[in-house]
């Protein structure tokens, strides 16, 4: 009986062993509540693929994407998406974040279908709205190439700044003639029947970006990437694979249709069209050396206010140590 006893209490401290060892690792993800990397989170729990990657996803939601800097500066998250300008500046300044690119899905110059306006010098004399501020990036990447060709928009054109989902509104409504905004409100705007102008993937190219650059990726912070770099490399395995689905299923948009916001099959539509022309497939060196071309045209005509003192991008921004990369 007795021996029966141990055996018995043996097996128990086993499986408790062997439950330990495989007990799924928690990661803590900073994430807006409509924002993309919500769809994709959604499609990985869904399908189960963080049960298979042995993860264990924690979500923290956010109202803003400067809620999720203090986030992840704070130690509350390990990881968020912002843009490569952004995490250089912070090591500039002593805050050791990495970058590891997320979507190359890029805004685009808006007009309406019955325009007359064919090309961006023909925004002279127009009302051009303006997503962000003075240095948001697409702003500034967009002054700097047309400058290329003599042109300055910011005294040729009347320029409106604004929050986003405002000035799409606007455009929408007709009192702007054109709109620089993100992706995913041109491709709202799209569904409605306007056409792009221009897309910024047209634009970096004239400043010598040689691909479609992932202009915002996941972010974490450096040393502790370092310490868990199976965490890092299977949450990134299991992102892909996501991307993967969404990129070849058009049944898996109508079941994350809800967190989209799509007001209609086209608005969703344009947004799984233009999700998946953004999923990056370049290869992590080629994405450093286009960003490196356009940091420095950021800091030219950004300035401090925007990149702070390093006039060329931070050596270690780019994350370097995942598999197949």
């Known amino acids: 009986m007795i021996d029966c006893v141990r055996i018995t209490l043996a097996a128990a401290l086993a499986l408790m062993q062997v439950s330990t060892c495989f007990a799924a690792e928690t990661i803590r993800i900073a994430a807006q509540k409509t924002g993309t990397l919500a769809w994709e989170l959604a499609v990985i729990r869904s399908h189960g693929l963080d049960q298979k990657a042995n993860l264990s996803i924690d979500t923290v939601e956010l109202a803003s994407p400067e809620a999720g800097k203090i986030a992840l500066r704070a130690g509350n998250a390990d990881v968020m998406v912002s843009d490569w300008p952004w995490v ?45 501020g003075a240095i948001d990036k ?29 000035l799409a509104a606007k455009t929408l409504g007709g009192e ?89 099959a086209a608005t969703l539509h344009a947004y799984r069209d233009r999700y998946r022309e953004g999923i990056p497939r370049r290869p992590i060196a080629d994405e450093e050396q286009d960003a490196r071309v356009l940091y420095r045209v950021l800091a030219e005509i950004g300035g401090r206010e925007l990149v702070g003192s390093a006039k060329e991008l931070d050596p270690g921004t780019f994350y370097q140590a995942i598999a197949g990369d």
């Open 138 to 166: 697409n702003w500034l990447l967009l002054q700097a190439a047309l400058k290329q060709d003599g042109i300055d928009l910011k005294s040729q054109a009347t320029i409106v700044y604004g929050a986003p989902p405002l």
């Open 88 to 132: 250089s500046r912070e090591r500039s300044l002593g805050a050791k974040l990495v970058f590891y690119p997320y979507s190359s899905a890029l805004g685009a110059v808006m007009v309406a279908a019955a325009s007359p306006m064919k090309t961006l010098a023909d925004l002279k004399g127009h009302k051009l709205a303006v997503a962000g």
């Open 176 to 264: 702007m003639d054109a709109t620089l905004n993100y992706w995913n409100f041109c491709a709202a705007l799209e569904a409605k029947g306007f056409r792009r102008l221009a897309g910024m993937e047209d634009v970096l190219q004239k400043l010598g970006s040689k691909g479609r650059i992932a202009m915002i990726g996941y972010v974490f912070d450096e040393a502790w990437a370092n310490a868990h770099k199976d965490l890092v490399g299977r949450f990134i395995a299991t992102t892909r694979e996501a991307k993967q689905i969404l990129a070849t299923s058009d049944a898996e948009w109508d079941t994350i249709a809800p967190l989209t916001g799509a007001v209609d």
